[in-house]
């Protein structure tokens, strides 16, 4: 039964880092015409809809009021605080420094792991770990160049999303993961609203097309609700050292639609980088269950 759940969740975790890795190429056809918070707000807006619709079909009832403070939590700090950072970070330094940094989450998420949740840090796990971020480094790190302040914003924003991880594989033993990732995204609908208000009242300019429209439906339901949704449920079924050793698929999968979408070129870094990658992965899951 537990090699089963394991299984399922090395499933989840896939799918979760194959959706986020498409949000780098989605994201092109409504950045470029929308203000970066105002994709964020709508984004959120579109994934609570369908989760809080899943949640009243499926009557799983509510948040206790006296646990409000937790989903606050997971909403502004993970949600709001952490990939507003991320986005802003990419801004700054550059979608490749900005990558780069962002793979670094298993070290962080594993630390933190370790400390809050006295998980064990296995040198299995953590050579699996440093060998996906050297074939991250590989296709990504040589052409990566950006702004101190971006690279530093993009790290603030990794410490924050390695924290509420950990946060959440606590909370989740209390509330399903739908519930708890429903709510926290439903913060960060709010904390949204005023920079997104902002965005617009300075002069942005939005000029939302079909394409936009059907990029930020893709957003919201698939690599914000849904992706989230699987991380949640992850990080309820297994270590989060684990789930954060399946990071540098993210990148990953963003190259490899970035070559079939965008037109991007294969060179020998990012054949190597994906083995490596693949390695790192493997050798975190043969650990875990100790073949």
Same mark, same amino acid.
């Not at 949000?23 to 809809?49: D, E, N």
């Not at 801004?91 to 490749?96: E, H, I, R």
């Not at 064990?120 to 052409?143: D, Q, R």
């Given at each position: 039964? @537990?090699?089963? @759940?394991?299984?399922?969740?090395?499933? +989840?975790?896939?799918?979760?880092?194959?959706?986020?890795?498409?949000?780098?190429?989605?994201?092109?056809? &409504?950045?470029?015409?929308?203000?970066?918070?105002? %994709?964020?707000?709508?984004?959120?807006?579109?994934?609570? =809809?369908?989760?809080? !619709? /899943? /949640?009243?079909?499926?009557?799983?009832?509510?948040?206790?009021?006296? $646990?409000?403070?937790?989903?606050?939590?997971?909403?502004?700090?993970?949600?709001?605080?952490?990939?507003?950072?991320?986005?802003?970070?990419?801004?700054?330094?550059? *979608?490749?420094? *900005?990558?780069? %940094?962002?793979?670094?989450? #298993?070290?962080?998420?594993?630390? &933190?792991?370790?400390?809050?949740?006295?998980?064990?840090?296995?040198?299995?796990?953590?050579?699996?770990?440093?060998?996906?971020?050297?074939?991250?480094?590989?296709?990504?790190?040589?052409?990566?160049?950006?702004?101190?302040?971006?690279?530093?914003? !993009?790290?603030?924003?990794?410490?924050?999303?390695?924290?509420?991880?950990?946060?959440?594989?606590?909370?989740? @033993?209390?509330?399903? #993961?739908?519930?708890?990732?429903?709510?926290?995204?439903?913060?960060?609908?709010?904390?949204?609203? #005023?920079?997104?208000?902002?965005?617009?009242?300075?002069?942005?300019?939005?000029? *939302? $097309?079909?394409? &936009?429209?059907?990029?930020?439906?893709?957003?919201? /339901?698939?690599?914000?609700?849904?992706?989230?949704?699987?991380?949640? @449920?992850?990080? !309820?079924?297994?270590?989060?050292? =684990?789930? !954060?050793?399946? +990071?540098?698929?993210? #990148?990953?999968?963003?190259?490899?639609?970035?070559? %079939?979408?965008?037109?991007?070129?294969?060179?020998?870094?990012?054949?190597?980088?994906? /083995?490596?990658?693949?390695?790192?992965?493997?050798?975190?899951? %043969?650990?875990?269950?100790?073949?």
């Amino acid at each position: 039964m @537990q090699k089963n @759940q394991e299984k399922l969740a090395y499933l +989840y975790l896939l799918l979760t880092f194959s959706l986020w890795g498409s949000l780098y190429v989605v994201s092109k056809f &409504a950045l470029g015409k929308l203000p970066v918070f105002t %994709v964020s707000l709508l984004r959120y807006l579109i994934a609570v =809809i369908v989760l809080f !619709s /899943i /949640i009243y079909i499926k009557k799983l009832g509510r948040i206790q009021k006296k $646990d409000y403070r937790y989903v606050a939590v997971v909403g502004f700090a993970g949600y709001f605080l952490s990939l507003g950072a991320q986005l802003i970070g990419t801004k700054l330094a550059g *979608a490749s420094m *900005a990558s780069l %940094v962002n793979s670094m989450n #298993p070290v962080f998420i594993t630390i &933190a792991a370790a400390i809050m949740l006295k998980e064990k840090l296995t040198v299995k796990k953590a050579a699996g770990i440093f060998l996906s971020l050297a074939g991250v480094y590989i296709i990504v790190g040589s052409n990566a160049q950006g702004q101190i302040a971006g690279i530093f914003i !993009s790290l603030g924003s990794v410490v924050l999303w390695s924290i509420v991880s950990v946060y959440v594989r606590k909370i989740s @033993q209390k509330y399903s #993961p739908l519930l708890i990732t429903a709510y926290g995204m439903l913060v960060a609908v709010f904390c949204n609203i #005023p920079v997104a208000a902002a965005e617009i009242a300075l002069g942005q300019s939005v000029h *939302a $097309d079909k394409s &936009a429209l059907l990029a930020l439906l893709y957003m919201g /339901i698939f690599c914000t609700g849904f992706a989230h949704l699987l991380w949640n @449920q992850s990080l !309820s079924m297994t270590e989060a050292g =684990i789930c !954060s050793a399946f +990071y540098p698929i993210q #990148p990953l999968v963003s190259v490899i639609l970035g070559i %079939v979408f965008l037109h991007e070129t294969i060179t020998a870094s990012f054949l190597i980088g994906c /083995i490596v990658i693949v390695a790192g992965v493997l050798v975190c899951i %043969v650990n875990v269950r100790r073949f």
